[in-house]
T-cell receptor
């Protein structure tokens, strides 16, 4: 079992729809959770971080964390073609080590 | 503000040749530094991390090595490249490496070994 698993995708949604990206992790000692966006050929850029159970909203993005279920998700509302990218989930333990999922590729069709 | 640089941006090298990739961070002191490799269509594999000058931890034993000769400089090297070394190499930094500390990535180096 991988330490961090993401939907393999690709995920395709129409413009204006909600895109839902999911991530599960195996280490119950994980403390911090991050979502990065990576455009093709570019380096990852941080979208959101979440540390406590519940929802965290930032503009069109909402991160959801459920530590009991070892599950973290990212919702993108009103998806735009510019949101088309690979989204990486990263999980960090108390020791500060980050583990990344393989990413989910999102395509938003105009 | 902090900035992280990597060079070169792109590199094509023959099998068996040496490698040197450089990463520097501006605007902060004593950062934690990381080298990752990303194979095509995959996530990030942590190769090395450093909490200070001369302090290197290796995550995956292989033909690569890392050095940190200065506080904000991190170098990835190899004496003899393998085909399997091809990939996208990313340098990242954090302030203190705590669990809530965010990693910021450099622009990356795309390495192709032929």
């Amino acid at each position: 079992q991988k330490e961090v698993e993401q939907n393999s995708g690709p995920l395709s949604v129409p413009e204006g729809a909600i895109a839902s990206l999911n991530c599960t992790y195996s280490d119950r000692g994980s403390q911090s959770f991050f979502w990065y966006r990576q455009y093709s050929g570019k380096s990852p850029e941080l979208i959101m971080s979440i540390y406590s159970n519940g929802d965290k909203e930032d503009g069109r993005f909402t991160a959801q964390l459920n530590k009991a279920s070892q599950y973290v998700s990212l919702l993108i509302r009103d998806s735009q073609p510019s949101d088309s990218a690979t989204y990486l989930c990263a999980v960090k333990t108390n020791a500060g080590k980050s583990t990344f999922g393989d990413g989910t590729t999102l395509t938003v069709k105009p | 503000s902090q900035t992280i640089h990597q060079w070169p941006a792109t590199l094509v090298q023959p099998v068996g040749s040496p490698l040197s990739l450089e990463c520097t961070v501006e605007g902060t002191s004593n950062p934690n530094l990381y080298w990752y490799r990303q194979a095509a269509g995959r996530g990030l594999q942590l190769l090395f991390y450093s909490v200070g000058i001369g302090q290197i931890s290796s995550e995956v034993p292989q033909n690569l090595s890392a050095s940190r000769p200065q506080d904000r400089q991190f170098i990835l090297s190899s004496k003899k490249l393998l085909l399997s070394d091809s990939g996208f190499y990313l340098c990242a930094w954090t302030r203190d490496g705590t669990s809530t500390d965010t990693q910021y990535f450099g622009p990356g180096t795309r390495l192709t070994v032929l």
